[in-house]
Nanobody, 115 residues
Framework: VQLVESGGGLVQPGGSLRISCAASGFTFSRVVMSWHRQAPGKERELVAY????????NYANSVKGRFTISRDDAKNTVYLQMNSLKPEDTAVYYC?????????WGQGTQVTVSS
């Protein structure tokens, strides 16, 4: 069971970035996929989650209207499209898969929003 994030990097305030999480080793379509983030000195927080295609995703208030989570079950991949990025979005972003017996975290990808 493995999750591998990619796509992080440095972006200017107001910019956009899409990060991805590729899954393997389990039946991807059966699990809830989510993105979390952890900034230096802060606790890890839930950013967004999606249960299955066709079901409305859920977002933290801090990212609602700016971030979009989506999943491609054919590619075993979940995405996070981040628009109108702010310096306070700077964090390590982790994907998570949940659905018995799966409970797995990726290694994280750094997103830095700075001019």
């Amino acid at each position: 069971v493995q999750l591998v994030e990619s796509g992080g990097g440095l972006v200017q305030p107001g910019g956009s970035l899409r990060i991805s999480c590729a899954a393997s080793g389990f039946t991807f379509s059966r699990v809830v996929m989510s993105w979390h983030r952890q900034a230096p000195g802060k606790e890890r927080e839930l950013v967004a989650y999606i249960s299955s295609i066709g079901v409305s995703p859920n977002y933290a208030n801090s990212v609602k209207g700016r971030f979009t989570i989506s999943r491609d079950d054919a590619k075993n991949t979940v995405y996070l499209q981040m628009n109108s990025l702010k310096p306070e979005d700077t964090a390590v972003y982790y994907c998570h898969a949940a659905g018995p017996p799966v409970d797995t975290w990726g290694q994280g990808t750094q997103v830095t929003v700075s001019s």
